[in-house]
């Protein structure tokens, strides 16, 4: 397929997929390395703490900021990881059980299609997960000043 993604994963995760035709997703406290949420989210909040101290923003500004963290700090983040890369020895380790695992090919077009619907609550959304820190730092700056900008 040209444009295809990657799930690594062991025989039971491919059992469920074909029984249910469903993909369980991975709350971010057990995923495999809790660091790909917990350090982008981490960086994220001291982003908007020193955008605030930038803009000298004021007490109101301050306590609508509070709100926003807190509701993050208070939602359940849910994630199924996919790879651009059809055979790559990390995601074997990360993903699959040394007795073996099975790496299975989507269609990104379809899978993100059956997915991103603007109309379903909780959002659903596709992003990459960023290992370059700087890459890392510069996203998380773009959107704490997205966020302090759209108060």
């Known amino acids: ?3 295809s993604l990657y799930h690594y994963t062991d025989i039971n995760a491919v059992r469920g997929l074909l029984e249910h035709k469903k993909l369980w997703l ?10 790909e949420f917990i350090d982008g989210y981490n960086m994220l909040q001291q982003d908007i703490e020193q955008h605030l101290v930038n803009i000298n923003a004021n007490s109101t500004q ?9 509701y993050l ?3 359940l983040a849910l994630s199924c990881s996919f790879s651009k890369s059809p055979d790559m020895l990390s ?12 790496c299975i090919e989507f269609d990104d077009d379809i899978l993100r299609s059956s ?12 992003e990459e997960c960023i290992y370059d820190q700087s890459e890392k730092a510069r996203q998380s700056q773009l959107h704490a000043e997205h966020c302090i900008n759209g108060l």
Request: charged share 15%; glycine share 10%; net charge negative.
């Open 73 to 75: 700090n208070d939602t």
């Open 91 to 102: 995601q074997w380790r990360s993903y699959c059980p040394q007795e073996g695992g099975y």
């Open 26 to 35: 991975t709350g971010h406290e057990f995923l495999n390395d809790e660091h």
């Open 62 to 70: 301050r306590a609508q900021v509070g709100v926003i963290l807190q």
């Open 1 to 3: 397929m040209p444009n």
């Open 115 to 126: 997915v991103i619907n603007p109309g379903i609550q909780p959002v659903r959304t596709f």
